[in-house]
């Protein structure tokens, strides 16, 4: 029989996580497999980073240790699909795309549309990762409704959809998501899905100035419209465009997108989605940064951002991604979080070219809840092995 051991290999350079190269990778392909791994970390005193589909790797500060990569991607079964109860059990390695390729086909899909090609269902629990359609469908939170987690010293917990054991006092759901493998390895998940909408409607309405989708997003909000999403593309300073998606029957999706229109005083109506919607802008040479805010301050956010900086923005729910020149970072995030602190807003490097990823404070101020997260660090992972330094405050 095959055991986690025998899949250890050396790490390299192509296993880096921020630039941090593993000493070893190991590939599980159980539960019982990465508690074995894990009790063994913990015996030698050998600090642990988790990894999926590796598309959100810098999606955190860099660990500052990483004795042990734990790559996931060999738990890769989707364990049950019960459709009439529009749920389903996967493990933590398998791909989102391969996952709703599955419930597709008894009409069903999970709602979250994160643009990262190969992402697992691991990584995007352990990133929070979401997509446009997180005004309609919600996000990770939302819709996980079941964990599997195998803790630092080597212990399986549950939580959630059909449990045989908690740990009490905690919603490790919730807890481990966006915890970036800090408190443990997510190993198994449970969904809430959603029937596939039959049809679809989706207006864009060219803007001379990006910062009126703030105006405009306030208004479809206010209105009697259900949009999937509302999504703004374009740059800081500059033009853009709005995109309202609508997803249902024939009937609601046609008559909305005509009330959008007159509702924004313009734009054109289509069946297709533009090939950017959703997608992260920048490249190689930016500094990607998430930017979370109140909703209505979208015009002020855009605003502060450096003129030219590229933008995707979920603007029904106060999510903007912007993508900063990677010599302009260093001036331009500390006076990017000091306008965004009064729209009760954040400022996260999500990735950064190697010459300046170092040198940024990847999470910025962390306000009166730091004392609260290292008592959290502390119950699940005491001694501190698992992605230490991934998380805010060096957590």
């Excluded at 009439?84 to 059990?89: E, F, K, R, S, Y």
């Excluded at 450096?306 to 912007?322: D, M």
């Amino acid at each position: 029989m095959t055991t986690a051991t025998d899949t250890r290999r050396p790490g390299g350079a192509d296993d880096a996580v921020g630039g941090v190269v593993p000493g070893e990778v190991v590939r599980p392909a159980s539960t019982e497999q990465v508690a074995e791994v894990l009790r063994a970390a913990a015996a030698a005193g050998h600090t642990v980073v988790p990894v999926g589909g590796r598309t959100k790797t810098t999606w955190a500060a860099p660990p500052t240790s990483a004795d042990l990569l734990l790559d996931l991607t060999g738990l890769d079964r989707i364990v049950e699909h019960v459709a009439g109860d529009l749920t389903v059990v996967a493990e933590a390695g398998v791909r989102l795309a391969d996952l709703q390729a599955s419930v597709g086909q008894a009409g069903q899909l999970l709602g979250l549309d994160p643009p990262e090609q190969g992402a697992t269902l691991g990584g995007v629990v352990s990133a929070n990762a979401s997509g446009p359609r997180r005004l309609r469908y919600g996000t990770t939170r939302d819709l996980l409704i079941g964990i599997t987690v195998v803790l630092a010293d080597g212990t399986v917990a549950h939580a959630g959809g059909k449990v045989v054991k908690n740990v009490a006092g905690y919603d490790l759901g919730k807890l481990f998501t966006g915890a970036h493998g800090t408190l443990g390895v997510a190993t198994s998940t449970t969904w809430r899905l959603h029937p596939v909408p039959p049809a679809r409607r989706v207006v864009t309405l060219d803007l001379p100035d990006v910062a009126a989708a703030g105006s405009l997003a306030i208004a479809l909000g206010r209105s009697t419209l259900t949009p999937t999403a509302v999504e703004l593309i374009g740059t800081a300073g500059g033009a853009g465009r709005l995109v309202v998606l609508f997803e249902s029957i024939a009937e609601s999706v046609s008559d909305q997108a005509r009330s959008a229109v007159a509702l924004l005083g313009g734009g054109t109506e289509s069946a297709d989605l533009p090939a950017d919607f959703g997608a992260r802008p920048g490249g190689a040479d930016d500094v990607l940064l998430r930017l979370a805010f109140a909703p209505a301050a979208l015009s002020s956010v855009l605003g502060a951002l450096p003129a030219g900086a590229a933008v995707a923005a979920h603007a029904g729910t106060g999510v903007c991604h912007a993508a900063v020149p990677a010599g302009e970072v260093a001036a331009v995030l500390p006076a990017l979080r000091s306008a965004l602190a009064p729209h009760d807003g954040t400022a996260v490097v999500l990735r950064a070219p190697d010459a300046v990823r170092d040198r940024l404070d990847h999470w910025g101020p962390v306000g009166d809840a730091l004392d609260l997260m290292r008592r959290v660090k502390d119950r699940f992972d005491p001694e501190r092995r698992m992605s230490p330094g991934r998380f805010v405050g060096g957590l």
